[in-house]
C-alpha cells in the first residue's frame, strides 16, 4: 500500500479542524490523522501511533480529501462504536441513497455510516425496515410505537427533556401518491441534521412555566383529535421530570424512549415518513418547524392545513369537439399527476368534463397502461372509489444540462425518479464538436441500458446557458464558453440520435423541472431563481412556463445591478459579481485562505467550512446572498408572484438555510406591496439536478401540459402517442 501525499492545511482550515474535534473523544483520532497527514507523517506511521489501522487512516485521509470536515463525520469502521443511534440509522435509510440507486442496501447504509453490517442488521429488524420497504416502522420506546403513515403535531423542548407529539393518518385521509423524490429527502433530513447539531443552552430542570407550555400544546393538538385521531407522546425524560408529574390532558399515550434514539434523530426520521406519504402536506409543515428551530422556540405546533387547494382554474377547459380529445387527456393527466392519486369521480369535479368523458379517457389510458389503479378507498356508503395514478416507468425522457464546468446527464420516469445519472467534467475540451459527441455518445448508452426496450423514450432535453434562439434551436455565444457562436445543437443532436430533442434555457428547464416534480404544491404562479455558476430566473406564470419571445426570459443579472445600483459610465447595468455565486464564493474564500481556488472542489470546501462554523465562511456566503437577495426583490416586485423558489447548484445543504434566510428578509421587506402580498421562499425540489432533471421533464411538459399550442416544437423525430405504439 502506497502512502498517500500530505494533505496541505491552511491555518484556517487547521483551527476550523480543531474546533471541530474540541471536546469530542469521538473525533479526536480522525482530527489526528488528519493533522498526521498535513505534518507529512507517512499512513504506517500514522497507524502505529494512533493504534489503529492502516486502511482505517487511508480512508479517513481520503474521506477528508474529497469532503473536507463534512467527510469525517462519518463514525471509523476501526472497532465497534460505543453506541449506535438506532434512530440515525432509520433517518439515513429513509432519506434514502443518492441517484440513481432507489434504496439502500443494508452493506451500502453500514459503509456510508461507518457501522458494521450486521449491527445496521440488527437495528432494521428491530425497528421493521429491511431498506426498500418503509411501512410500518415500529419504534423501539416503552410501549413500542408503530408508525404507518404518520403526523407530526408539535414540539416540546425544556432542560433535558423532548416530547414529540405525532398521531396516525386516519385511514379515509391517505392519498396513495408519489413519494418525494430522493434527493429531496436527503436534502431536508441534511437541513434538519445542521439545525439541530447547533448548541444551545439548557437548563438542568424542567421549569413550571414549560410544564405550563408542554399542558398548553396538548390541549391545542387534542381539540383536532377527532379528525386526526389520538395523540402519540414520544417522550426523552432522563431526569425523570415529567414522569414524575406529567400532564394528561386527554387519550394521549406516553411512549418513554430508550437511549439507543435520540430525539434530534427520531425527528428527521419521522419528517421523512411523512414525505415519503405524504409530501405535499409533509413540506409547510417541514418550513415551519425549521422556522421554529432557527429561532429556538421551545415549543412548535403543526400549522392547520385546511383543505387541500384544488389546482388553479385553466381557461380554456374541458372541450369535447374539434378534434380536441388529446386536449382533454391531458387534462386528465395533468390531474392526476398533481394530486398524486384521484378517483375518477375526482377527476371530473377537477376537471369539468362529463363522467362519461373520464370513464373513456381513464379506461383508454388503463388499456395502454399509462394509469394503473390503487387500492380502493372507502368513501362512505355505495361503492368504494378506485384511485388512479400514473405508472412511473410508463415513459422516460433523457435531461442534459451543459455547464461551463460539466455535463449532467439523468433519465427520468415520468413521475420524476432519477433512475440514472452521469457527468463528465469539462476542464479538458469544452470545444463544440466535441462536447455534442459526448452528449451523443453518453444518450446512445441511456437509450440502451437505462430502461426497459418495452417502455417508450419520448424525447431529449437540453438545458444550455443562454443567450439562443429557442426556434431555431440554436446557441448563440453564451458567456464562459468559448467557441459556442451560432451553435444548432438542437438540430444537431436530433440527427446524430434520430429521437425528438429540445432546447431549452437552464433556467426555463429548472421551472419546468420544478413544476413537473412539485406537482400540486407547485400549480400555482412562481418564480424559480436558479444560482450556480451563474444566475437566472425561471417563471411559471398564468398556468404555463413563461419563455419570452425568444426564449431568453430570465437574465437576472441585469436586473440585480440595477437593484444594487452597479452601472457602467455609459449608465447601463455593470456585470455583477454576486451573480456568478460559485466562482465568487470560491474567489474570496481562496483570498481569505480557506481554499486553493485550483484545487478540486473549492466551493464543496468553503460550504464545508460554513457548516464547521467559520464566521469568515458564512460572511463570504452572506455578502453575495445579500445581493442576490435585492435582485429578487426586483423579480417579485415586477410579477408579483407569493412563491420564490431558490435552487441550483450552489445552493448546497450546508448553506441553503443562509441564502434562504438573506432572500426571505429582502423580499418580505423592500417590495412596494409587501402590506398585502407575503413572498415564500422555499429550496427547491430538485436542487443541484435542477436543469438536468428539468431539461427532461420539459420533454413530459410539451407532451402532456393541457394547451392548445405548444410553444417549443422539438427537432425533427418520431413523436410518440401515449400508448407509445
Not at 313 to 341: H, W, Y
Not at 662 to 671: G, K, L, Q, S, Y
Request: net charge negative; proline share 8%; aromatic share 4%.
Amino acid at each position: 500500500m502506497h502512502d498517500l501525499p500530505e494533505l496541505p492545511l491552511s491555518e484556517t482550515a487547521r483551527q476550523a479542524l480543531l474546533n471541530w474535534a474540541a471536546g469530542r473523544e469521538d473525533r479526536e483520532v480522525r482530527a489526528r490523522i488528519i493533522l498526521d497527514a498535513a505534518n507529512g507523517i507517512s499512513i504506517s506511521d500514522s497507524a502505529r501511533a494512533l493504534g489503529i489501522s492502516r486502511p482505517t487512516v487511508t480512508s479517513w485521509r481520503n474521506r477528508y480529501a474529497a469532503q473536507g470536515l463534512e467527510g469525517l463525520e462519518h463514525r471509523p469502521r476501526s472497532g465497534r462504536p460505543p453506541r449506535i443511534d438506532e434512530a440515525d440509522v432509520i433517518a439515513a435509510t429513509l432519506a434514502g441513497p443518492p441517484a440513481p440507486r432507489r434504496a439502500w442496501s443494508a452493506r451500502a447504509l453500514a459503509d456510508h455510516l461507518g457501522i458494521s453490517h450486521t449491527a445496521l442488521s440488527a437495528v432494521w429488524r428491530r425497528w421493521g425496515v429491511d431498506g426498500e420497504t418503509f411501512s410500518p416502522v415500529t419504534m423501539p420506546t416503552d410501549p413500542p410505537l408503530r408508525c404507518d403513515q404518520p403526523l407530526l403535531l408539535g414540539l416540546w423542548r425544556d432542560a433535558e427533556a423532548t416530547v414529540l407529539v405525532v398521531a396516525e393518518r386516519l385511514d379515509e385521509a391517505r392519498r396513495p401518491g408519489s413519494p418525494a423524490p430522493a434527493a429531496e429527502r436527503m436534502a431536508r433530513n441534511t437541513a434538519l441534521a445542521a439545525e439541530l447539531s447547533l448548541p444551545r443552552a439548557s437548563r438542568l430542570r424542567v421549569s413550571p412555566e414549560a410544564r405550563a407550555e408542554l399542558t398548553a400544546l396538548l390541549h391545542t393538538v387534542g381539540d383536532g383529535a377527532q379528525r386526526i385521531g389520538p395523540s402519540r407522546l414520544l417522550v426523552w425524560d432522563p431526569a425523570g421530570d415529567l414522569e414524575e408529574s406529567g400532564p394528561e390532558v386527554g387519550d394521549e399515550t406516553w411512549h418513554l424512549a430508550p437511549d439507543s434514539m435520540s430525539w434530534s434523530a427520531t425527528l428527521s426520521a419521522i419528517c421523512s415518513l411523512e414525505l415519503l406519504h405524504s409530501p405535499a402536506t409533509a413540506r409547510p409543515m417541514l418550513d415551519s418547524l425549521l422556522d421554529a428551530l432557527r429561532s429556538d422556540r421551545s415549543v412548535w405546533r403543526r400549522p392547520d392545513e385546511g383543505a387541500a387547494p384544488g389546482p388553479p382554474p385553466r381557461t380554456p377547459r374541458a372541450f369535447d369537439q374539434l378534434a380536441l380529445g388529446s386536449f382533454n387527456e391531458k387534462l386528465v393527466i395533468e390531474s392526476i399527476r398533481e394530486a398524486g392519486a384521484l378517483s375518477r369521480v375526482e377527476i371530473a369535479q377537477r376537471t369539468g368534463l362529463t363522467p362519461q368523458a373520464v370513464s373513456r379517457i381513464t379506461r383508454n389510458l388503463l388499456t395502454s397502461e399509462f394509469l394503473v389503479e390503487d387500492a380502493h378507498r372507502p368513501a362512505g356508503k355505495g361503492k368504494p372509489r378506485v384511485p388512479l395514478r400514473l405508472r412511473a416507468d410508463a415513459a422516460h425522457a433523457i435531461g442534459i444540462h451543459l455547464d461551463p464546468e460539466m455535463i449532467t446527464q439523468v433519465v427520468v420516469d415520468l413521475c420524476g425518479g432519477v433512475v440514472a445519472r452521469r457527468q463528465v467534467s469539462l476542464h479538458e475540451r469544452r470545444d463544440p464538436e466535441w462536447v455534442i459527441a459526448q452528449v451523443t455518445r453518453m444518450a446512445q448508452e441511456a437509450v440502451v441500458a437505462g430502461r426497459p426496450a418495452s417502455d417508450p423514450l419520448l424525447g431529449v432535453g437540453v438545458a444550455v446557458p443562454g443567450p439562443l434562439d429557442a426556434e431555431a434551436g440554436v446557441i448563440r455565444n453564451p458567456p464562459l464558453f468559448d467557441g459556442w457562436h451560432d451553435v444548432a445543437l438542437r438540430d444537431e443532436l436530433a440527427k446524430r440520435l434520430e429521437i425528438p430533442v429540445i432546447l431549452e434555457k437552464d433556467v426555463t428547464a429548472a421551472a419546468i423541472g420544478e413544476r413537473w416534480i412539485g406537482a400540486a404544491e407547485r400549480a400555482g404562479d412562481f418564480v424559480y431563481l436558479y444560482l450556480g455558476a451563474g444566475a437566472g430566473c425561471g417563471a411559471f406564470l398564468n398556468g404555463d412556463v413563461y419563455r419570452g419571445r425568444t426564449g431568453n426570459a430570465g437574465e437576472f443579472g441585469e436586473l440585480c445591478a440595477l437593484s444594487v445600483g452597479r452601472l457602467t459610465p455609459e449608465g447601463g447595468p455593470a456585470m455583477v459579481a454576486e451573480c456568478a455565486p460559485m466562482p465568487t464564493v470560491v474567489e474570496r474564500a481562496a483570498a481569505a485562505g480557506l481554499v486553493s481556488a485550483e484545487e478540486p472542489g473549492a466551493y464543496e470546501r468553503a460550504c464545508a467550512a460554513v457548516l464547521a462554523g467559520d464566521e469568515g465562511a458564512r460572511e463570504i456566503f452572506r455578502s453575495v446572498a445579500r445581493v442576490v437577495a435585492r435582485g429578487a426583490v426586483g423579480v417579485t416586485d415586477l410579477l408579483d408572484t407569493a412563491l420564490l423558489i431558490v435552487g441550483g447548484p450552489a445552493v448546497r445543504p450546508e448553506v441553503t438555510d443562509l441564502f434562504l434566510s438573506e432572500i426571505d428578509t429582502a423580499v418580505n421587506r423592500f417590495p412596494v406591496a409587501r402590506d398585502i402580498r407575503r413572498v415564500r421562499v422555499a429550496h427547491s425540489l430538485l436542487n443541484e439536478s435542477a436543469a438536468a432533471v428539468g431539461a427532461a421533464s420539459s420533454v413530459f411538459h410539451a407532451a402532456f401540459a393541457p394547451r392548445l399550442r405548444t410553444h417549443v416544437t422539438p427537432a425533427a423525430g418520431p413523436s410518440i402517442p401515449l400508448d407509445g405504439n
